[in-house]
């Protein structure tokens, strides 16, 4: 079982930045961010391998970065030029095998809201 601890979600004005960070209470294998906004599906946004190039949604390719920490099993999401289309709940997820299985574990969420 592993915990995540997310933060730094917000109010922010188009153009604006923030960054959110998701701690975990153990070593994983892969680690991400999901989002959810009212009335639509969970989308990625962007996830990480250790030692593998980071993902991205094309809707945020250039404007997001992840990265990870892995000594302290803690991912970032850094997100440049926000855009009232990025509010979401941004969740955070992370991959660890179990018996030769992938599973899943999800944070609670953060908010994100991007309006002037």
């Known amino acids: 079982q592993v915990q995540l601890v997310e933060s730094g979600g917000g109010l922010v004005h188009p153009g604006g930045s923030l960054r959110l960070s998701c701690a975990a209470s153990?070593?994983?294998?892969?680690m991400g961010w999901y989002r959810q906004a009212p009335g639509k599906q969970r989308e990625r946004v962007a996830t990480i391998i250790s030692g593998a190039m980071p993902n991205y949604a094309d809707s945020v390719k250039g404007r997001f970065t992840i990265s990870r920490d892995n000594a302290k099993n803690t991912v970032y999401l850094q997100m440049n030029n926000l855009k009232p289309e990025d509010t979401a709940v941004y969740l955070c997820?992370?991959?660890?095998?179990?018996?030769?299985?992938?599973?899943?574990?999800w944070g609670q969420g953060t908010q994100v809201t991007v309006s002037s």
């Open positions: 997820n992370a991959r660890l095998w179990r018996l030769g299985t992938l599973i899943d574990y």
């Open positions: 153990g070593s994983t294998y892969a």
